[in-house]
């Protein structure tokens, strides 16, 4: 991701496939509706817990002693969220708690009291169900230079496993050093044993490593961290995903098909339900926004594309905005989906075979 580094934001992921479904006739798929966090959690490990939300505020972060920071929470984040004020606190932060009723959908702006403590903070975390990174209180305070964090939809089960229960040196590590090839490649091709074949054109896109880093001024990304990833000016062919921004992890495997650097359809229900969604959005929602590439050996596939995405060995592609990544596309939307058991191959040469990662 590497926000920090580069100081561009991190777009996170929106939602709405169970409209998408409505729409085109189809029926709601497996994983649709959105997942509350405090819903059917496992209890997470308290000390990888404590390493968490410490390392949120110290490490990623790097809270200052005296200075302002602000917690968002929901009522299905509240229990997380005051873990994490208190994390902050301890580190020497004047932190603020604000819980709000959780907005209905993702880039609803946060009432105006919680929109006003956001432009007069130096930090923030937002820990809520559904993503504020859109919205124009967020956009507002970055650009005032508040660095930030958003968690959309995070439980301490997965706080604790993938932020907690990581070597997150080693994650970092491996997140710079595919970003450096991914920056280095003209052309990549993505296959996996169930018939992803889909070549994207890399020519001048820098690559960007989520390495945690979110201690320097106007930095914004989403935690827990681990990947690193480009845009593409284009691609050509199909992808066979297993687990869908918003639909979670699909009965069966999704195959998409793009053309010209955009998503032309999707097979199955879910597959073409998932390409609605993006056309209602905008004709330009179709775009190839993102190549990206897990390096969390922490993260385990559940469903949630803010976990799935970071599992070290996979492929995720999105579609959508790629404004705030280094592209060009400006829409309100960018799904992921993410390829198990992927080989990548940058200009030829092997970086993952099968889903393991050629470099360390």
């Known amino acids: 991701m590497g926000e ?25 798929p497996y994983g649709a509706r959105p997942m509350n966090p405090s819903e059917s959690s496992p209890q997470p490990d308290p000390a990888a817990l404590d390493r968490a939300v410490d390392a949120v505020a110290r490490r990623c972060l790097a809270v200052r002693p005296g200075e302002e920071l602000l917690v968002i929470g929901d009522d299905g984040t509240a229990e997380l969220a005051r873990r994490l004020r208190d994390a902050a606190a301890a580190a020497g932060a004047e932190a603020v708690l604000a ?11 946060p009432p105006p009291s919680v929109a006003q403590a956001l432009a007069a903070c130096s930090a923030f975390v937002a820990a809520t169900t559904y993503s504020l990174s859109h919205t124009p209180a967020r956009k507002l305070a970055t650009e005032r230079g508040a660095r930030g964090a958003s968690m959309p939809g995070i439980t301490a089960a997965t ?11 080693a994650v970092a590590r491996r997140s710079r050093a595919v970003g450096e090839r991914l920056e280095a490649a003209s052309e990549a091709r993505i296959t996996c044993p169930l018939g992803s074949d889909l070549t994207l054109d890399l020519r001048g896109a820098p690559g960007i490593p989520d390495d945690g880093d979110l201690s320097q001024p106007g930095a914004f990304g989403n935690l827990p961290f681990g990947e690193a990833y480009c845009v593409p000016r284009g691609g050509e062919g199909r992808l066979v995903a297993s687990s869908l921004a918003s639909v979670g992890i699909p009965d069966a495997p999704v195959a998409l098909e793009v053309r010209d650097g ?24 179709t775009n190839v926004a993102e190549l990206g590439v897990g ?10 594309i803010l976990e799935d995405e970071k599992m070290l060995g996979s ?9 705030a990544i280094g592209g060009t596309v400006d829409v309100p939307v960018h799904l992921d989906v993410v390829v198990l058991d992927a080989s990548l ?7 993952l075979d099968r889903g393991r990662l050629l470099v360390d």
């Open 345 to 351: 191959e940058l200009d030829g040469e092997l970086l």
């Open 159 to 169: 706080l604790a496993r993938v932020l907690g229960g990581a070597d997150l040196d």
């Open 295 to 304: 390096t969390n050996d922490a993260a385990t596939l559940t469903g949630s």
């Open 315 to 323: 492929v995720h592609v999105a579609f959508g905005a790629s404004a």
């Open 99 to 109: 819980l709000m009723s959780p907005r209905e959908t993702h880039g609803s702006n």
């Open 262 to 285: 955009a998503l032309h359809d999707g097979e199955g229900d879910v597959g073409r339900a998932f390409a609605e969604r993006l056309r209602a959005v905008d004709a330009r929602a």
């Open 4 to 28: 920090a580094e580069n100081a561009i934001p991190r777009l996170v992921r929106c939602d709405g496939i169970a409209d998408a479904c409505a729409h085109a006739g189809a029926p709601v």
